[in-house]
C-alpha cells in the first residue's frame, strides 16, 4: 500500500502526459518514446498509473504496436454517436 503512495501521480502529471498525447505528431507512440518527449521526467511506476487511467477512461488504447490517443471532444461527433443510428 505504500509503494502506491510513493507513485501517486498528481494532476499537473496526468494533464502533462494528456497534452503530450494530444499534441503528438505520430498516432501510435511507445512508453520509450513518450517518456522521452514529456516536458518533465516521470517516475515508470508513476506513469503507468497515469496511463492505467487514461486506459480506464477511455482516453487512450494500449496495443502491441504502443499507444494510442483516441478521445474525442468533437460535439458532432458525440451526437451522432449518441443518435446514431445502429446498423
Known sequence: MLQKLIHAPTLNTVLMVEDTFKNMDESVITIAKL???LPRQVNH???KVILEYLEKS???AVSLKGITWIHNTNPNLRK???QGLEL
Open 35 to 37: 517518456k522521452k518527449i
Open 80 to 82: 451522432a454517436i449518441t
Open 58 to 60: 477511455n482516453k487512450i
Open 45 to 47: 511506476n508513476t506513469l
